[in-house]
């Protein structure tokens, strides 16, 4: 049965509860353990799929097709262990089970209250695949205090009171503020925040203390007999120059011995920190740069393409150079030439979205990075709108369009190259949906296989004919225009088993031109960096070598 560290946070939200979770996750690793991780979050959306990018930033796509957290995303990135639909629930996502079952009348008539309902359902979450691993780490959104939260804490306090002894621990992250005047942290928001936790039952084994300044012993003693942890178990969370830093940083601080010590397993084993000292080293010793345009809709809000800004990381790490992504927004495109915005840069990406709004301006940053034999990277709708393009200036469809958008436009009549995809396959059996659908959960989503063309571009980048990528999409190019596109020279170079789903298109004449359906930026991990990142920079250098 998996030990369980459950994670909370107090005075402030946005204190990187995600990413020490996630670190923590790499540190029990590294000594050897094996680990899970899992978000619960107090909203009441059934899931983060239907929230707008700009609010919430990405939504993360599992595997197994669930649309998750971003925090989900950090987990999979310093463990690479694969999330599942199993490991991210939402207050709404459980009111609407406990729901389901009371109109079937599985309750038997009993009144349905939040105790203990709620919270049994919040427990049995919790214990989902608690066999399969040494250490269960569970991060709890939001801030202590929240009325939303509160059910959750309540499962905790139950769940840990049921176990036995020892084996679930509370790691909590607070911060410390400096007050300029008088030259000192204070402490007083973390005695306050423990003694909220203290008041529904819970204490801390660990405190995480964010800081900008180094906390003095003197401090640390105080918070340890305050708010009743060890003083070894005060650990400091200090600002870092990257997120990949906090394994490391983390460990410096003691962060993985305090919390086998507070489970007391002794002798504890020792890490084995080779993997994010080379991740380190990479990004600490990179020579050179490339700059990346990456031109989208959701520019304002670097969270919304999260993922994308972490795996072109990846790939500067396995060239060893730095990438600097800059974003652009692509409406600029439907106003000026984007030649003056994108000259400079050494390559092109255009990442996934929804709507219209922008995409004649990736259109034509797809047109710039094929004639200008830049190396383009298109994702999603950033593929859908590069085989709109060749379709429009080069395979005689000058009215190519996509039915997510209006194909009546201006009194025109649009073709529609790109259409509402409504019947698959996944697996071996056929999914269907309806124009009319929900909103939520309802497109092609997570993973699927793809066959790829020998002595392709992308076959020699994957190094090999078979892969499998994660989808999050509602319409697909459609197959009827493959003659005609390849004739105009755009491979289908990737399809769907059943040879039905246009995977990735890539230019036969252009250095490195490649779009594909699917969202590789997903599966990318600072120790194993995607091979379609890491190729894509590459080309980048390439570009960067010749101006
Ligand atoms: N809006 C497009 C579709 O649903 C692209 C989605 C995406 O980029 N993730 O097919």
């Known amino acids: 049965m998996a030990r369980y560290v459950f994670i909370t946070g107090g005075v402030v939200s946005s204190l990187g509860k995600g990413l020490a979770s996630a670190a923590l996750g790499a540190l029990l690793q590294a000594r050897g353990f ?111 205090g929240d009325i939303e939260g509160l059910p959750f804490f309540e499962a905790i306090r139950q769940f840990t009171h049921e176990r036995p002894r020892g084996e679930c621990i509370l790691m909590h992250l607070t911060l410390l503020p400096y007050l300029a005047a008088s030259g000192e942290l204070k402490t007083k928001p973390t005695q306050h925040s423990v003694k909220e936790l203290q008041s529904i039952g819970l204490a801390p084994d660990v405190l995480v203390c964010r800081s900008e300044h180094p906390i003095p012993e003197k401090e640390r003693e105080k918070i340890a007999l305050f708010c009743n942890v060890r003083k070894e178990a005060v650990i400091a969370a200090y600002d870092l120059k990257t997120i990949y830093e906090a394994p490391l940083a983390y460990h410096r601080e003691g962060l993985d011995q305090a919390v086998l010590d507070a489970f007391q397993i002794s002798p504890a084993p020792r890490p084995n920190l080779a993997r994010w000292i080379d991740v380190m080293d990479r990004l600490d010793n990179a020579e050179g740069q490339v700059r990346v345009a990456i031109v989208g809709k959701y520019t304002q809000l670097e969270d919304a393409y999260k993922s994308i800004a972490e795996a072109l990381t990846h790939g500067g790490m396995a060239n060893r150079v730095r990438v600097k992504a800059e974003w652009i927004d692509a409406e600029t495109f439907e106003r000026e030439d984007p030649a003056p915005w994108l000259e400079g840069f050494h390559a092109i990406l255009v990442p996934g979205g929804f709507g219209e709004r ?190």
């Open 34 to 144: 094996s680990v899970r991780l899992r978000k619960l979050d107090p909203y009441l959306n059934v899931d983060p799929g239907t929230m707008s990018p700009f609010e919430h930033g990405e939504v993360f796509v599992t595997d197994d097709g669930a649309e998750t957290d971003l925090d989900l995303g950090h987990y999979e990135r310093f463990t690479g262990v694969s999330a599942r639909k199993t490991d991210s629930v939402s207050s709404g996502r459980i009111y609407s089970t406990v729901l389901e079952k009371e109109r079937r009348g599985d309750y038997l008539g009993k009144t349905i209250q939040v105790i203990p309902h709620v919270t049994n359902e919040i427990k049995e979450f919790l214990s989902i695949g608690a066999d399969e691993v040494d250490f269960m780490l569970c991060e709890i959104g939001g801030t202590v």
């Open 358 to 547: 922008g995409t004649e301006g990736k259109i034509r940053a797809a047109e710039f990075a094929r004639t200008r034999q830049i190396p383009y990277l298109g994702i999603c709708l950033g593929m859908q709108m590069a085989v709109i393009e060749a379709a429009r200036n080069l395979a005689q469809l000058p009215d190519a369009g996509s039915e997510e958008f209006d194909l009546e436009a201006g009194g025109k009549r649009f073709t529609p190259v790109v259409y509402h995809l409504k019947e698959w396959v996944q697996g071996n059996h056929k999914v269907e949906r309806k124009a009319s659908d929900d909103k939520g959960g309802t497109m092609r989503l997570g993973a699927y296989s793809a066959h790829l063309v020998e002595g392709s571009l992308v076959a020699r980048v994957y190094g090999t004919t078979v892969i499998e990528e994660r989808h999050r999409h509602r319409y697909e190019v459609d197959i009827k225009y493959r003659k005609m596109l390849e004739a105009a020279g755009l491979r289908f170079s990737g399809m769907s088993p059943d040879g039905r789903l246009p995977e990735i298109v890539e230019w036969a004449d252009h250095p490195w031109f490649i779009g594909v359906q699917f969202h590789p930026e997903l599966k990318s991990k600072p120790f194993a960096p995607h091979p379609l990142f890491a190729d894509f920079i590459r080309a980048a250098v390439e570009v960067s070598r010749l101006v």
